[in-house]
């Protein structure tokens, strides 16, 4: 691929999430235009290390490989393909970015395909950190209008009349004489315009019909009718079921090995001992699992063994120093509050096939991550990068999950073991007791007042060690230089911030070394920490005897978090007169660029069986492109603060995840849903794009809490309540 | 090891399994019919759902042997050509999946409620015990609504 041209662009805001970027026309038979981000701002260390220039806004640009985070393409048959490098898992980022094209390119949006791109060690090659849509809002809308002005000038040139005159929609190029012409039609004289004669710029906002407007996801059809491939359905010939034998305890070894009743069982081709077990390799996944229950394995430890739930909870205790003196003659409210560890447990668990060859690979599953996959997997079988292809799938499901690479590696292994491509499918039960937790944590807080003013906020937290892996929300974070510890506590400090004027704040969490599988779960720290910041101020509202949520309109620091909690007070009917044992509770939040509010209507007559009955978020999302995606999105959070908080959790019985599947990891169902929500958007600002993936989950697990306390007049503290 | 007959989506079929083999492995594995998702292998997430002559099973637990001469539905066995089963339009009406990894059998488990009661109540609605981890449920309560309307 190389550039003929190079119009640049310049996006408009500095700062977190807008970041710089460069479009340009890509030599190709048909309309080509991509856009990449700018190195500048990106640690992707291989992509700086291959010395590829860094090009930013207003350069000009010389013809050369310049890689491409993103790739528009408009075919002969007038379909708009889109090569996205950001992987679905059910987010729907898929659907969102072809409603930025369509947008403005004007093509209809059934017109616009997304495709997930192949792993090509390019920035913004990530998800993570709720960025994609901020990251891509500029330069896809920009990368649009830059093919939308080709187009244009070819039909304008086509039909010798001046390309002022003409107007686009429908996927077409329109003239005043009644002549139209299709994109697809176009397409191949628009890829030599270099120069357009219109103007190439992204709508304004108050034009948009597409972005604002709610859209169904793109895989709605194939999704519904069974036709969806998730890793292991892509129909790779000869590929063999695997699944891989674990060690009882997290991160044990493999003594031992006896394996001479498995292999002798039908079905049954291969067994391969891996660093992280054994695998059995079958006919069938119904072979392999029973080779795999035939295995005689002797293990060795693993690195906390002798660790228990009680460990890890005097462990985090340990870790948290006292609180600071109080001033003279002030009050204060203090809050402990104690969050297990929980799997992310996406529905479909790690899952990878492989095929590996003499000299190459090729490798097919779902990654938020696939730069790091193919670094990852090209590392585990002696490869190099160049030589392996990472195939990136739907996911089912991540929260997180999906930003480490365990069963692509185990799939490469022993498929290089074998020699003929293998899939390894992790069990549930693999994947509930081996797979990643968001790390237990404890968090100590005292607000102290005086004479009705708020003096200081203390938030002292612990956690067990989180392993951020890659995970894109860490990129240039270096926590010794910023005088931290730990990433961990670095990334707590960055990230955590509490939107009510508490007076002096004093926060830090320190992590404890204990090594457990974890990863970023939906919200990273904010998910318990904001929770747990949130319940303190009911605390302070009850020992004050005001309205929870009055007291945080009071306190709020800025009028946009006041006007969007005014708007919750009378979205929720807030006070209304409810049963008893029944009770409304709110929680706030605000990170990503964007703030979100939720409130939740609890049932908890029988306190040992709540049901939270209804659910309404409001959320400041600054342009809101799917209002669609955005309540899927929100409604998701609100299920994740009622598993989290009601629910799901993982116990540690001296090195083992007690829990194993969904009939033991009870994270709720229909029957714990709330049976109505609704979702409030405050009105588009245009001053900022908000990441959607995360915001909700801090406010809706604080709402269930909150809702939970007051329903039964207790002050809960230690999640999730039935555990 | 034994031959099996039996009908899978109207097609007749047979195999060679081991009598104890799940359904599940036999579509997934033998006849390359995916829609059937894993997510659990033990029936309790329901991710699987299909039918066996109309009635709603979880194939990762119903062995082979249980199958023979019966008709077996899934989720690519539901739409009559290309017009989707009113079930399905209404999942794509309320847009009711996120990741879509359990909705073949979110789908399925509603379609053999609503055959035999044209108007569930919340409470049965309530009843549908497949997990979806991305907790569209608000969206399938909406889509069982829209389509016993």
């Given amino acids: 691929m190389t550039t003929t041209e190079t119009p640049t662009s310049a996006p408009a805001v500095p700062g977190f999430g807008r970041r710089r970027f460069v479009t340009f026309l890509v030599a190709a038979p048909t309309l080509t235009v991509a856009a990449r981000l700018g190195i500048d701002l990106i640690a992707d260390t291989p992509a700086l290390a291959a010395g590829r220039p860094t090009q930013t806004s207003g350069e000009a640009t010389t013809a050369t490989n310049l890689g491409t985070t993103y790739v528009l393409r408009v075919t002969s048959d007038n379909r708009i393909i889109f090569e996205s490098p950001k992987a679905d898992v059910g987010q729907g980022i898929s659907t969102a970015l072809a409603m930025l094209i369509a947008e403005d390119l004007d093509a209809r949006l059934t017109d616009v395909h997304s495709e997930l791109a192949d792993a090509a060690n390019l920035p913004g090659q990530s998800v993570g950190g709720s960025v994609s849509i901020r990251d891509a809002y500029d330069p896809v809308r920009e990368m649009a209008a830059q093919a939308r002005a080709r187009l244009v000038t070819a039909a304008a040139r086509r039909w010798g009349v001046a390309a002022d005159t003409l107007t686009t929609h429908d996927t077409a190029v329109h003239a005043p004489d009644g002549r139209s012409e299709t994109y697809g039609a176009l397409a191949a004289d628009a890829a030599s315009i270099t120069s357009p004669d219109v103007a190439a710029t992204p709508k304004p906002i108050s034009a948009h019909t597409v972005i604002g407007t709610p859209a169904s996801q793109q895989e709605g059809r194939a999704i519904v009718t069974g036709a969806m491939p998730f890793a292991l359905d892509v129909p790779v010939a000869g590929a063999l079921p695997t699944v891989v034998a674990r060690p009882p305890t997290i991160y044990g070894t493999v003594a031992a090995i006896d394996a001479s009743v498995t292999k002798a069982m039908s079905g049954v081709v291969a067994v391969t001992t891996i660093p992280t077990g054994v695998a059995v390799t079958a006919r069938t996944f119904h072979e392999a699992l029973r080779g795999r229950d035939a295995l005689r394995v002797t293990w060795g430890p693993g690195p906390v063994d002798d660790v228990s739930d009680s460990t890890v909870t005097e462990r985090l205790a340990q870790a948290i120093p006292p609180f600071v003196n109080l001033p003279l003659l002030s009050n204060h409210v203090d809050g402990r509050f104690e969050f297990a560890f929980v799997n992310h447990a996406p529905m479909e668990t790690n899952a990878a096939i492989a095929d590996v060859r003499q000299n190459s690979a090729v490798v097919w599953s779902s990654t938020k991550v696939p730069n790091s996959t193919r670094r990852q997997v090209a590392k585990a079988i002696g490869l190099s990068e160049n030589a392996v292809t990472v195939h990136v799938t739907r996911g089912g499901g991540s929260f997180g999950r999906r930003l480490s690479s365990e069963a692509q590696i185990e799939a490469a292994q022993v498929s290089r073991a074998l020699g003929r491509p293998v899939k390894v499918m992790w069990t549930r039960d693999d994947d509930t007791r081996h797979g990643r937790m968001r790390p237990a944590s404890m968090h100590r807080m005292r607000i102290t007042y005086l004479a009705g003013e708020m003096v200081s906020f203390q938030n002292l937290s612990s956690a067990v060690q989180l392993d951020f892996g890659v995970s894109p929300v860490i990129t240039g974070i270096d ?17 955590q911030e509490t939107p009510y004027a508490l007076g002096v704040e004093t926060k830090a969490l320190n992590e404890v070394p204990l090594k457990f599988p974890t990863a970023t779960w939906r919200s990273v720290y904010s998910g318990h920490n904001r929770a747990a910041e949130e319940l303190m101020m009911d605390r302070l509202a009850s020992k004050l005897r005001k309205d929870p949520l009055g007291l945080r309109i009071s306190l709020a620091k800025d009028q946009p978090a006041k006007a969007l909690l005014r708007r919750l007070r009378t979205e929720s009917a807030w006070g209304t007169s409810l049963p008893a044992g029944w009770a409304q509770g709110v929680g706030y939040h605000e990170e990503y660029n964007g703030r ?66 969904f009939a033991d990891f009870t994270w709720p169902r229909q029957r714990h849903a709330p049976r109505d929500f609704r979702l409030v958007l405050m009105p588009t600002t245009g001053t900022s794009i908000a990441g959607a993936g995360e915001i909700a989950v801090p406010a809706a697990t604080a709402a269930v809490a909150s809702a939970y306390g007051r329903a039964t007049g207790t002050q809960p503290w230690r999640f999730p309540l039935n555990f | 090891m034994p031959t099996y007959k039996l009908f899978v989506n109207g097609e007749r079929v047979s195999v060679d399994a081991p009598a104890d083999m799940p359904l599940l492995w036999v579509l997934r594995d033998m006849l390359g019919i995916t829609g059937p998702k894993y997510g659990c292998g033990v029936g309790a997430c329901r991710a699987c759902t299909s039918h066996l002559n109309g009635a709603e099973i979880q194939p990762c637990v119903v062995p082979i042997a249980d199958c023979a001469n019966k008709h077996v539905t899934t989720i690519e066995g539901l739409a009559d050509g290309d017009t989707l089963h009113p079930v399905q339009q209404a999942w794509l009406d309320e847009d009711v999946p996120q990741c879509g990894y359990c909705q073949p059998g979110q789908i399925m488990a509603t379609v053999a409620l609503v055959k035999n009661n044209r108007q569930p109540s919340d409470a049965e609605i309530d009843a549908i015990a497949n997990v979806c981890r991305c907790g569209t449920y608000c969206r399938i309560r909406r889509a069982i609504k829209r389509v016993t309307a």
């Fill in chain 1, 596 to 661: 979100a509010g939720c409130v939740v209507t609890i049932d908890a007559s029988d306190p040992n069986a709540p049901r939270v009955m209804s659910a309404l978020v409001a959320a400041d999302m600054g342009v809101p492109v799917n209002p669609r995606g955005l309540e899927a999105q929100f409604m998701g959070s609100v299920m994740d603060g009622i598993g989290t908080i009601l629910r799901a959790g993982n116990h540690i019985d001296s090195g083992r995840v007690r829990e194993s599947s």
């Fill in chain 1, 479 to 495: 926590p010794g230089a910023l005088g931290y510890p730990s990433i961990g506590s670095a990334f707590f400090a960055i990230t």
